[in-house]
């Protein structure tokens, strides 16, 4: 095989990679909106749609992880190149677990069987999904793109999603305390707000995966984060 077979061959692979990675994220980013949808509307069948599709994520990151390793054995990759598959085989990681957090919040919506009215508590759960999953979608435009400022944009601003969880918190834990009847419900809530929190931490992780890829350098400051109240300091009712 020539030298520019060798090139052409090892092209397509990364686009292959690429391509692969881009449906992945797509079908992360579905699974998110849905798990929330399925909470908001109480839709039981919509949930349980979520916790199967997760399979389908599980099986795309096995494909990246074998396409890459083959890449890396048959092609020998080197500097950019090499970057470009182990930036993928991250990418990937941090996607999988983005499909493991949706399915945990689908599986609240199970647990509390779609019989439920708290339309208020449940308004702060959609407000931050709508904010990670605005995060999510621009750092995988920005692996599209090789856009590493468009991806730090998104790292220097982890600290609201995690604000916002705080505040989440103590508004929550104030409707319990306030109503005990709300309890159970709140405490899903809860668990479903700090996946979501979490599926931020991973859509900064890609950002800083998307920097090492462009600039080829491993991002070594520490995130930003916002100065928030601690969540264990809220007021009891006297």
């Keep these: 095989m020539t030298d520019q077979h060798i090139l052409k061959a090892f092209d397509e692979d990364l686009r292959e990679l690429s391509s692969r990675l ?39 990151q096995r494909d990246i992880e074998e396409k890459a390793i ?12 090499l970057r470009e598959i182990v930036s993928a085989l991250r990418i990937a990681n941090d996607l999988e677990r983005v ?15 779609g019989e439920y009215q708290a339309q208020k508590q449940l308004r702060g759960v959609k407000h931050m999904a ?6 999510l979608k621009q750092v995988l ?14 790292w220097r601003r982890d600290g609201e999603v ?8 103590r508004e929550l834990l104030t409707y319990m305390m ?19 929190e979490r599926i931020g931490d991973h ?8 920097y090492y890829l462009v600039v080829g350098e491993v991002l070594t400051e520490e995130r930003p984060k916002l100065d928030t109240t601690s969540i264990t300091k809220v007021s009891l009712p006297r």
């Design 22 to 60: 881009a449906e992945m994220g797509g079908l992360a980013e579905r699974l998110v909106a849905d798990s929330v949808d399925a909470l908001v509307k109480r839709d039981v069948l919509m949930a349980q749609r979520v916790i199967a599709a997760d399979d389908q994520v599980d099986a795309l």
């Design 70 to 81: 083959l890449t890396i054995t048959r092609r020998q990759p080197m500097a950019i190149d």
């Design 99 to 113: 499909g493991d957090l949706a399915k945990n919040t689908a599986k609240r919506v199970l647990a509390l069987d």
């Design 130 to 135: 709508d904010m990670v999953l605005q995060r």
């Design 141 to 154: 435009d920005a692996y599209g793109a090789r856009d590493a400022e468009r991806a730090m944009d998104v």
């Design 162 to 169: 995690d604000a916002m969880y705080t505040s989440l918190f």
């Design 178 to 196: 306030e109503d005990p009847r709300h309890i159970t419900l709140c405490i899903h809530l809860l668990f479903a707000a700090k996946n979501i």
């Design 203 to 210: 859509a900064t992780n890609i950002a800083e995966t998307i």
